[in-house]
């Protein structure tokens, strides 16, 4: 990846000329889908922040606000981790994403105190975590390949709670 002149990372593989098709807004399983294909080719990066400074790793996280933003990297998730946190957690499409792949992980959600007595569920803490450490009964981090299969099977579930069912004439009556 390179670095364009505002700061921002260009990927080359993901900001290909976009069709007709390309440029309307991607579903969360097409999001999810992708990102699969982002982690085999860029790696999977499980340091701090959220995209690695010496390779094109890239956090799961990140790696779903790339596709879902069009392939544009901001600098800071290679150095700010507050930063790169606000950015994902205000792309409406990233956190569609991040939403349902927690939602299909095995373990719940953690809760951050936003203001005393409320608490709102940390999607981002939750993915990011659950794709770097180790977990109770594992004796080892997810597999590269174990977080891509979790991201097909979260896209799948995706597919399946957005799909409308076949009408038939019969049926249409």
């Known amino acids: 990846m390179r670095s364009s002149s505002r700061g921002r990372v260009h990927s080359p593989s993901l900001t290909t000329t976009p069709t007709t098709r ?3 807004m991607l579903s969360t399983a097409e999001i999810l889908r992708r990102t699969a294909g982002a982690i085999s080719f860029f790696g999977l990066h499980t340091g701090e922040q959220f995209a690695a400074s010496d390779s094109d790793a890239l ?22 981790e507050n930063v790169s946190l606000a950015i994902i957690g205000a792309s409406a499409p990233a956190m569609a994403a991040i ?18 007595g409320l608490e709102i569920p940390d999607y981002i ?20 390949s ?3 299969g979790a991201l097909h099977r979260a ?9 409308l069912p076949r009408q038939t004439e019969r049926s249409a009556a």
């Open 146 to 148: 174990e977080v891509i």
């Open 59 to 80: 956090d799961v996280c990140a790696a779903i606000y790339l596709v879902a933003e069009s392939g544009m990297l901001p600098a800071e998730f290679k150095t700010d």
């Open 155 to 163: 896209a799948q579930a995706a597919d399946a709670l957005t799909a």
């Open 99 to 116: 939403r349902t792949l927690s939602g299909s992980l095995i373990t719940p959600a953690p809760y951050t105190e936003i203001a005393p």
């Open 22 to 24: 390309e440029t309307a």
């Open 125 to 144: 803490e939750h993915v990011s975590s659950w794709a770097t450490t180790k977990h109770m009964f594992a004796d080892r981090p997810p597999t590269v």
